[in-house]
């Protein structure tokens, strides 16, 4: 289909006294035809020259050939800087973790059909997650993919730097990835404690650690925690109930206290020490409680920003981890998460909560 053109006059740019002697060179010569995106990037700059406001603005997102043109023949005449090569700041981007089966799956296959812009799909096998891009292609939807073994740091900002190059930033991010192990497992207790804690809650903070700082205005985290969280938070001793309970705790206590709970399950003294006997349900614990602590951050850091932070539980789910036995399908498992990424630009809240069926449920 060809390009539709129109003529620009000269009135055009006679409405505003302080357009009518800008030059931008032969781009916006009376009667030259222009295609509609050019003409409306080189206006744009224009109007916002004349009203003193920076030339980059937040210009539209466009393709290698046009952003081109605008850099050679808008941007030259009035001296603005160039934009960024690739896909700039301006392109919204969603990223899940943990995504290429069960509830991560459900999450990113729903926030592609409603999400305004890219879904990053990523996965610590990268034969399984590309499986799961191609078949969410085959559903006629585009999300795209990137490795992520939340693991290895070396990982984690392999993926913060492809963040700040493709997209200047991150809107949303669900940090959905999480191990356990099946309840008739051989393994002893205390590999369990290790082997859990590092993945669910340590490799979780260095997700946040890294991707946090990436967060634009607006933006939208979500942890996926468990009702297990609570449920072993009620297990726990009353002094560690209250420690998990505080809204004065720091991240580094919260650190200190998933080390005490694997040190102490090496030396078989966890439930002396108060603790429950649940390595995935203490690990969800440090999950919750630090959305909680990284909230009150971005509210003290970034108050105005209105990014909102909350931990989720998705529900009892048929999943790998959960079974077959388990009430909720892997899409319904995905409606709250979704429902807290896609939480819209005005909204106050919820913050720093652990929602489950899209209702705040006191921690």
Same mark, same amino acid.
């Given at each position: ?15 505003? &006294? ?169 393994? &002893? ?27 634009? &205005? ?105 079974? &077959? ?39």
């Amino acid at each position: 289909m060809p390009i539709k053109t129109r003529v620009l006059r000269r009135s055009n740019c006679e409405a505003h &006294p302080n357009l009518q002697d800008t030059a931008l060179g032969p781009l916006w010569q009376p009667g030259l035809q222009e295609n509609h995106a050019l003409r409306g990037a080189g206006l744009l700059l224009r109007l916002r020259l004349a009203a003193g406001l920076a030339g980059d603005g937040n210009l539209p997102c466009y393709s290698g050939d046009l952003r081109a043109r605008i850099n050679s023949e808008v941007r030259p005449a009035r001296r603005c800087p160039a934009l960024p090569p690739a896909m700039s700041s301006c392109r919204r981007v969603a990223l899940v973790t943990g995504a290429n089966k069960g509830i991560g799956f459900a999450i990113v296959r729903d926030l592609c059909r409603q999400f305004s812009g890219d879904v990053v799909l990523t996965a610590r096998d990268e034969a399984r997650g590309r499986a799961a891009v191609q078949q969410l292609q085959a559903e006629g939807l585009s999300p795209r993919f990137h490795p992520l073994d939340i693991d290895d740091m070396q990982s984690i900002r392999a993926l913060r730097d492809f963040l700040r190059r493709e997209y200047g930033g991150l809107d949303v991010l669900v940090n959905n990835a999480g191990i356990a192990f099946k309840m008739a497992d051989p393994t &002893p207790f205390h590999i369990q404690a290790e082997v859990t804690m590092k993945t669910n809650f340590f490799g979780t903070r260095d997700v946040c650690t890294e991707l946090l700082p990436l967060m634009k &205005p607006q933006g939208r985290v979500v942890n996926v925690s468990s009702m297990l969280s609570l449920v072993n938070l009620k297990r726990c001793s009353p002094e560690l109930q209250q420690k998990f309970r505080s809204e004065t705790i720091t991240e580094e206590e919260l650190v200190g206290l998933m080390n005490k709970f694997v040190e102490d399950a090496k030396n078989g003294v966890h439930q002396k020490e108060g603790w429950p006997n649940s390595a995935y349900g203490v690990s969800k614990i440090g999950v919750t409680v630090l959305s909680r602590i990284h909230a009150w951050k971005l509210s003290e850091q970034r108050g105005g920003d209105k990014i909102l932070l909350n931990a989720c539980c998705p529900g009892w789910v048929r999943t790998d981890m959960a079974g &077959p036995s388990a009430t909720k399908s892997p899409e319904e498992g995905a409606e709250t998460p979704v429902y807290l990424a896609l939480l819209p630009p005005e909204a106050e809240g919820p913050h720093g909560q652990f929602v489950e069926d899209k209702k705040i449920n006191q921690w």
